[in-house]
C-alpha cells in the first residue's frame, strides 16, 4: 500500500523552529515531486512549498526566508524545516506526491497523487 506519513508536528513557542517529515511507504519519493501544504482552522488548504526531482525548490511568501525544504533519498524522507515560527503557522501540515509535473517544483493540489494525513503544528506561547 502506497503512503506518505507525515511525523514532527508539536507545540512550539513563537520564533521557535520544528522539523517535519514525510516519509514513503510502499513506493520510493525520488521518482516524484513533493509538497508540503498547510490547512489552518476554518481556512482553505494552502501550498506551502514544494521540491522537484531533481531538488528544486519553491516557497509561498509567507514562508520565503523561514522555511527550508528539502529531500534525502536514501532514506526516501522529504523534510520542511520551520524557523522562526509565528502563530499564523499553526496549522495540520500535509505533504503529497505528484508522480506527473515532476521537474518543475509547483505542486498544483489536484494535480497531487498520494497525501499523507496531516501532523498538527501549533505555536503558542
Known amino acids: 500500500q502506497l503512503q506518505l506519513v507525515e511525523s514532527g508536528g508539536g507545540l512550539v513557542q513563537p520564533g521557535g523552529s520544528l522539523r517535519l517529515s514525510c516519509a514513503g511507504s510502499g513506493f520510493t519519493l525520488d521518482t516524484y515531486a513533493i509538497g508540503w501544504f498547510r490547512q489552518a482552522p476554518g481556512k482553505e488548504r494552502e501550498r506551502v512549498s514544494c521540491i522537484s526531482r531533481s531538488g528544486g525548490s519553491t516557497y509561498e511568501d509567507h514562508v520565503k526566508g523561514r522555511f527550508t525544504i528539502s529531500r534525502d533519498n536514501a532514506k526516501n524522507t522529504v523534510y520542511l524545516q520551520m524557523n522562526s515560527l509565528k502563530p499564523e503557522d499553526t496549522a495540520v501540515y500535509y505533504c503529497?506526491?505528484?508522480?506527473?509535473?515532476?521537474?518543475?517544483?509547483?505542486?498544483?493540489?489536484?494535480?497531487?497523487?498520494?497525501w499523507g494525513k496531516g501532523t498538527l503544528v501549533t505555536v503558542s506561547s
Open positions: 503529497a506526491a505528484d508522480r506527473r509535473f515532476t521537474n518543475v517544483p509547483v505542486c498544483v493540489p489536484r494535480d497531487m497523487d498520494y
